[in-house]
């Protein structure tokens, strides 16, 4: 059965990179990505593990934690990642799960039915600290992922848990907001002390506002 946002993440127990995990307890109270990749030592994935081990600290000021999977063992995890660190320029300091009987794959429906059977598709799930599943994109084995856009949706989805606003397109951190249908207009100045504009009943922005 396939996962859909606002399904609770499953929960599994993994080896990794780090030692042995608890999903659930490893993401603790804050926010978590997971995402996988078709298999170790290749040249996509290299790049991809790469840039997430740069961008971690930028994950790190919003509360996240990040955690890769491929199918392939804890040693070939170890071995691959002094190549990612020699080639990339960075230092993977976070776990990588070996998933080689598949248990984690096939709960998060990353073995694609169109692709090779035994590797895993670019799956990238983001994770609330309610354990529920916010965000879910796949990409093709051949893509690589665009991790400046994950993390903008990240803003994105943490933004909008805490108050009653959407981002438009292509919005950055930043940029307006979009008031809420919910929020009637008499309720507006209240909710939103920085200003807003109506461009239409149905269109209204205001600037960001958890922002100073």
């Avoid at 990749?37 to 990040?66: I, M, Q, S, W």
Wanted: hydrophobic share 35%; glycine share 6%; aromatic share 8%.
């Amino acid at each position: 059965m396939s996962l859909r946002l606002g399904d609770e993440a499953p929960n599994f127990t993994a080896q990794t990179t780090e030692g042995e995990i608890n999903f659930h307890d490893w993401i603790g109270e804050g926010w978590a990505i997971l995402f996988s990749h078709p298999k170790d030592y290749t040249p996509v994935c290299t790049t991809e593990l790469g840039a997430v081990a740069k961008l971690k600290p930028e994950f790190e000021k919003r509360n996240v934690k990040v955690i890769a999977l491929s199918v392939d063992s804890v040693d070939d995890h170890k071995g691959w990642i002094g190549d990612i660190n020699e080639t990339q320029g960075c230092n993977v300091s976070y776990p990588i799960i070996a998933d080689s009987e598949r248990k984690v794959a096939e709960l998060y429906n990353m073995i694609h039915p169109n692709a090779l059977e035994n590797l895993t598709i670019r799956s990238v799930y983001v994770i609330g600290p309610d354990k529920k599943i916010k965000l879910i994109i796949t990409y093709p084995a051949a893509t690589g992922r665009n991790f400046d856009e994950i993390l903008r949706v990240v803003d994105s989805l943490q933004l909008t848990a805490n108050y009653s606003v959407a981002t438009p397109v292509n919005w950055r951190n930043g940029d307006d907001c979009i008031i809420v249908p919910a929020v009637k207009d008499e309720e507006i100045e209240v909710k939103f002390p920085k200003g807003h504009k109506i461009i239409k009943p149905y269109l209204r922005t205001t600037p960001q506002p958890n922002l100073n």
